[in-house]
């Protein structure tokens, strides 16, 4: 069982930043093994990518296009926790952001997908 708890959302302004952490936890689960992902969500719509960060010393990164040179994802080993940095914040950001991970269970590459509950992101003035 995998653990991922959100936390840092709220209310900000356009153009501010916000960081978002997603701490993990579970027994022998780390995030330096596991890819970490932060996807959006708004009323009506499914679930989308932001950024994703990936397991290894590396950890590549990739983000969507909407968020390119806007928002950083990252992680500390130590703390188990991944982070998204967003900066430039626009009205259109505001959404429920979730960070997700899959854990292979077999050999044969069967995995199941861990969800956070959610942290509510809204950019407003």
């Known amino acids: 069982q995998v653990l991922l708890e959100e936390s840092g959302g709220g209310l900000v302004q356009p153009w501010g930043p916000v960081r978002l952490s997603c701490a993990a936890s579970g027994r022998r689960f780390s995030i330096s093994r596991n890819p970490i992902g932060w996807y959006s969500q708004t009323p009506g719509k499914d679930r989308e990518l932001v950024a994703r960060?990936?397991?290894?010393?590396?950890?590549?990164?990739n983000y969507a296009d909407f968020v390119k040179g806007r928002f950083t994802i990252s992680r500390d080993n130590a703390k188990n926790t991944v982070y998204l940095q967003m900066t430039n914040l626009r009205p259109e950001d505001t959404a429920v952001y979730y960070c997700n991970t899959r854990v292979v269970v077999n050999v044969e590459g069967a995995y199941v997908v861990y969800w956070g509950q959610g942290t509510q992101v809204t950019v407003s003035s």
């Open positions: 960060i990936g397991s290894g010393g590396g950890g590549s990164t």
